[in-house]
């Protein structure tokens, strides 16, 4: 017999957020799991809200990584809410392409970059 569970879904800590402008017009995609670290990424089982990811190819959402000095950060995203991750499967997730962004509460080791086209960062 199958062992119940309880999940939530959506959610997550949004004080990255400085406003809700994009949040409603924000694409689902596939997040290509297989490019995300378990220790670094998901240490608890979720891709946290606010992560930045490269959003070129909404079939296949990978990691953000930062462009070379002086160049824009282009196809920057992030995720909007927390996406769980198991077994190393694909999953839907939503991404924010344009809004304002509190840098400081973005997940990881983020620096605002210099230009990212619909983005401005508090």
Same mark, same amino acid.
């Given at each position: 017999?199958?062992?119940?569970?309880?999940?939530?879904?959506? $959610? $997550? &800590?949004?004080?990255?957020? /400085?406003?809700?402008? $994009?949040?409603?017009?924000?694409?689902?995609?596939? @997040? &290509?799991?297989?490019? =995300?670290?378990?220790?670094?990424?998901?240490? %608890?089982?979720?891709?946290?809200?606010?992560?930045?990811? &490269? !959003?070129?190819?909404?079939? #296949?959402?990978?990691?953000?990584? #930062?462009?070379? #000095?002086?160049?824009? #950060?282009?196809? @920057?995203?992030? @995720?909007? %809410? %927390?996406?769980?991750? +198991? $077994?190393?499967?694909?999953?839907?997730?939503?991404?924010?392409?344009?809004?304002?962004?509190? /840098? +400081? +509460?973005?997940?990881? &080791?983020?620096? !605002?970059? /210099? =230009?990212?086209?619909?983005?401005? =960062? +508090?």
């Amino acid at each position: 017999m199958p062992m119940l569970r309880r999940k939530n879904y959506g $959610g $997550g &800590n949004h004080k990255w957020l /400085a406003s809700t402008h $994009g949040t409603n017009n924000a694409p689902t995609g596939t @997040l &290509n799991v297989a490019g =995300f670290t378990a220790g670094t990424h998901y240490p %608890d089982g979720y891709i946290p809200s606010g992560t930045p990811v &490269n !959003a070129a190819d909404l079939t #296949a959402i990978v990691p953000y990584v #930062a462009p070379a #000095a002086g160049q824009p #950060a282009l196809n @920057l995203g992030f @995720l909007l %809410d %927390d996406v769980e991750v +198991e $077994g190393g499967e694909a999953m839907p997730a939503a991404v924010l392409r344009h809004g304002s962004i509190v /840098a +400081e +509460e973005v997940p990881g &080791n983020f620096t !605002a970059p /210099a =230009f990212a086209p619909g983005f401005t =960062f +508090e």
